[in-house]
């Protein structure tokens, strides 16, 4: 079973920075994409940003030159970096990974647990 842990949330003040942090647990063939998405109060999961197991990264316009993704292969962890933070930030921050758990497990879409960011103004 693939588990994925999620750390670094927490409160900042507006305009500063927090570092978020997912690993993944559990027998892993290959991880293809990494992202993160998020949930404010009252709406829907939107997505925040994406890497491809090549290092290509798509980012919500939203958070673009603000928040930095990045992936630690060896370690089958992936950061968010996100500065010049603002109240509208403030959400539950999930991870997610496509992965294959063996050579012919189809791909299939893991998410962590949530971790609370909150930006106060």
């Known amino acids: 079973q693939v588990q994925l842990v999620e750390s670094g949330g927490g409160l900042v003040q507006a305009g500063g920075s927090l570092r978020l942090s997912c690993a993944a647990s559990?027998?892993?063939?290959?991880?293809?994409?990494m992202g993160w998405f998020r949930q404010a109060p009252g709406k829907e999961r939107e997505f925040v940003v994406v890497?491809?197991?090549?290092?290509?990264?798509n980012y919500a316009d939203s958070v673009k030159g603000r928040f930095t993704i990045s992936r630690d292969n060896a370690n089958n962890t992936v950061y968010l970096q996100m500065n010049s933070l603002k109240p509208e930030d403030t959400a539950v921050y999930y991870c997610?990974?496509?992965?294959?758990?063996?050579?012919?497990?189809?791909?299939?879409?893991?998410w962590g647990q949530g971790t609370q960011v909150t930006v106060s103004s």
């Open positions: 997610y990974y496509n992965a294959r758990r063996t050579i012919v497990s189809a791909p299939f879409d893991y």
């Open positions: 559990g027998s892993i063939f290959k991880i293809n994409a």
């Open positions: 890497i491809s197991s090549g290092g290509s990264t």
